[in-house]
């Protein structure tokens, strides 16, 4: 019968004549691990780029378009789809304005699409509808300073929160930090709404 001191003993001497077979599978076995998170990690990063610079292109046409008038006056999601100013790769489905992920995304004075009235010169870009990683996701995305400097906040709205980020605030700043993100941001149902 074999103890447990012979099979210690037999693991031992095993491990010792075949450390450097056992140490590179160790390494190998590291590096598939590190190269698949990096992969995925990388495909991910990606998406929340295309993203982010559909939000940037679209801000970037309605301040273009509207660079003449004294407002934003007339603003809204529909104008947005009439006067075709929405982002390259964003589509239309049923008369709304398809975000990247799929989502429904709102341009006007909220997060609903409204028309923005007289004289006002803020608008709203909502992306609705966002699960948790999206939420995160566009929520931290960094932005370039030339659009930051266009921005007045950003909210992050769901069924048990509503919380606006602003420059210089104490606990909820801007650019938003990801770790505030995965507090607030719930499973579905999320709305990131950026304010400009």
Known sequence: MINVKD????????????????????????????????????????????????????????????????????????????????????????????????????????????IVMPTSKNFVIAYNGLNKKQCIGIGSHKFNKSFWLKVIKMTIKNDTNTQDFLWGHKDYWLPIKRKKLEDLCQKDDNSVIIHF
């Open 7 to 114: 099979i210690i003993s037999i693991t031992v001497k095993l491990i010792k004549k075949y450390k450097i077979i056992i140490s590179s599978m160790l390494i190998s076995a590291i590096v598939i691990l590190c190269s698949i998170h990096f992969f995925v990690y990388s495909k991910e990063a990606k998406k929340f780029e295309i993203a982010g610079q559909q939000i940037v292109e679209l801000s970037q046409n309605i301040i273009k378009h509207y660079q003449t008038s004294p407002s934003y006056w007339g603003l809204s999601s529909s104008e947005i789809i009439g006067k075709k100013m929405y982002a390259d790769n964003m589509n239309i489905e049923n008369g709304k304005l398809i975000g990247y992920f799929g989502n429904i995304v709102e341009v006007g004075a909220d997060e609903k699409g409204n």
